[in-house]
C-alpha cells in the first residue's frame, strides 16, 4: 500500500495563492482595484468673466437739493447766486488783532432797559434790510449768555442748514474796522464756543447790544455791532 504523501504547509500557501490570482484574473478585480486606487484630478469650474457696466458720461442736469426741497424756488435761486458770488470775492488780507482777557467794562456796565433792547433790534433789523441780499444775513439780541458766563453764541438752525459746512470748522468774524476773528463752529449744535468769548469781549458787548451777521464767504461772516443804550443814541 503506498504512502500518502505529506503536503507541507508552504505548498499548500502557494497552492492557495495560485488558485486565488487564477480566480482574481477571472473576475478582472486587478484593474478595478488599480482604477480605485489612481487619483482622479479635481474638475475644476469654469471661469465666468465679468463685465464691467459701461459708465455713462453724459451729463445730466443738477437736481435740486432735497434739503431745499422745503423752501420756495426763489430761495433756492438766491443760494446758488450767493454761493457762485461768494466763491468770485476777492479776499482781503487778514488782519488779526491780539484780544485783551480784561473784562472791567461787565462790572460797571449800565442796566439796559427792556426798551433799548428792543431800540437796538430795530436799528440792526433796519442795517439788514440795507444789506446787498445776495449775502445771507441774520439778527441776534446779545443775552447773559452770550457776553457775560457761558460765552456760548448759537445760530439760528435754519441759518445753518441752508448756509454753513455740515461739520465742525472754523469761521471768521470780520468787525467793521476789517478785524477777523477765528471762531470754532459747532456744526451739530449750530453754535460758537471758542473764539466767540474774544470777539465779545474785544468789542465789549453786553447784555441787550444787537449784532448783524452777513455771510460773505461759505465760512466768513461781516458783523454790524449796533449798541443798546436807553439815551437813544447808537
Not at 27 to 44: D, E, M, R, V, Y
Not at 123 to 150: N, Q, W, Y
Request: proline fraction near 6%; glycine fraction near 4%; aromatic fraction near 8%.
Amino acid at each position: 500500500m503506498a504512502k500518502k504523501r505529506t503536503v507541507s504547509y508552504e505548498e499548500a500557501r502557494e497552492r492557495n495563492i495560485e488558485e486565488n490570482k487564477k480566480k482574481i484574473e477571472a473576475l478582472n478585480l486587478q484593474h478595478l482595484s488599480s482604477a480605485i486606487q489612481k487619483p482622479q484630478a479635481p474638475k475644476t469650474p469654469p471661469l465666468i468673466k465679468h463685465r464691467r457696466p459701461k459708465v455713462d458720461m453724459t451729463v445730466t442736469p443738477t437736481r435740486r437739493s432735497p434739503r431745499l426741497s422745503s423752501l420756495p424756488e426763489a430761495s433756492h435761486q438766491r443760494k446758488i447766486q450767493f454761493e457762485q458770488v461768494s466763491h468770485n470775492v476777492m479776499g482781503i488780507p487778514r488782519r488779526t488783532i491780539q484780544v485783551s482777557s480784561d473784562r472791567s467794562y461787565l462790572i460797571n456796565r449800565p442796566s439796559i432797559s427792556y426798551e433799548a433792547r428792543e431800540c437796538a433790534l430795530r436799528k440792526a433789523e433796519e442795517i439788514e434790510s440795507r444789506l446787498d441780499p445776495i449775502f445771507p444775513c441774520f439778527v441776534r439780541s446779545m443775552l447773559h449768555s452770550h457776553v457775560t458766563k457761558g460765552f456760548w453764541f448759537g445760530i439760528p438752525k435754519q441759518f445753518c442748514t441752508s448756509y454753513l459746512p455740515k461739520f465742525d470748522c472754523t469761521v471768521i468774524l470780520v468787525d467793521e474796522n476789517g478785524d477777523e476773528f477765528d471762531m470754532k463752529y459747532f456744526a451739530d449744535r449750530t453754535a460758537f464756543s471758542g473764539g466767540w468769548q474774544g470777539f465779545a469781549v474785544a468789542h465789549k458787548l453786553i447784555d441787550g447790544d444787537a449784532c448783524v451777521f452777513q455771510l460773505i464767504k461759505p465760512t466768513t461772516m461781516k458783523v454790524y455791532i449796533i449798541r443798546a443804550i436807553d439815551n437813544g443814541s447808537n
